[in-house]
């Protein structure tokens, strides 16, 4: 586990990109980058920079119909 996710009590399962192989098939140009994958695995949003917490809890709702 990354040492940011025992501390922020992270409980869904996460990977590393060394290379940058997933990150590069986003689009990735910035960090942080959040991407918004739905359960067929269709990317919904790519969002390049920093969200606040009301941001992200909209984006969530937005793609998801998920009030967070």
């Known amino acids: 586990a990354l040492p940011i ?3 922020t009590g992270v409980t869904y ?3 590393r990109d060394p290379q940058g ?3 590069a098939a986003f689009g990735g ?3 942080p980058t959040t991407v918004f994958v739905d ?3 269709i990317v919904r949003e ?3 920079g920093q ?3 009301t941001q992200l809890r909209s984006k969530i709702a937005e793609h998801f119909s ?3």
Do not use: F, K, Q
Request: aromatic share 4%; proline share 0%; no cysteine.
């Open 21 to 23: 192989v997933v990150y």
């Open 46 to 48: 790519v969002v390049t």
């Open 66 to 68: 998920i009030d967070v």
């Open 39 to 41: 359960a067929s695995g």
């Open 13 to 15: 399962r996460l990977t």
């Open 5 to 7: 996710s025992e501390e």
């Open 51 to 53: 969200m606040t917490e």
């Open 29 to 31: 140009i910035g960090m």
